[in-house]
């Protein structure tokens, strides 16, 4: 089992920006990506950002390239994501996801990121 915990969203202005992080613990070592992913109300959870464990392939939601980056700390076991240049269209619950080698996915409570307008 894997356990995911975020935080570091909240409220900012437009163009304004976040990080969030994601803190993994349990059986990590079968992990094989980390991504971000979000949803608004009445629509389906959206992938934001996805990174293969070991840094070498990242992808990005089109929407997001150029402000978002993600990242993360092997030895804090925490995957990052950095949110610049925010937009009010960003506004989304947040979801750290992990998926295994066996594909087993894990999911994070949810963090609410608003950007004013």
């Known amino acids: 089992q894997v356990q995911l915990v975020e935080s570091g969203g909240g409220l900012v202005q437009a163009g304004g920006s976040l990080r969030l992080s994601c803190a993994a613990s349990g059986t990590i070592s079968r992990i094989n990506y980390m991504s971000w992913y979000r949803q608004t109300p009445g629509k389906q959870r959206e992938l934001v950002a996805r990174m293969t464990v070991d840094g070498v392939s990242i992808n990005y939601a089109d929407s997001v390239k150029g402000r978002f980056t993600i990242s993360g700390d092997s030895a804090k076991n925490t995957v990052y994501l950095q949110m610049n240049s925010l937009k009010p269209e960003d506004t989304a619950v947040y979801y750290c996801?992990?998926?295994?080698?066996?594909?087993?996915?894990?999911w994070g409570q949810g963090t609410q990121v608003t950007v004013s307008s």
């Open positions: 996801n992990a998926l295994s080698k066996f594909l087993s996915n894990y």
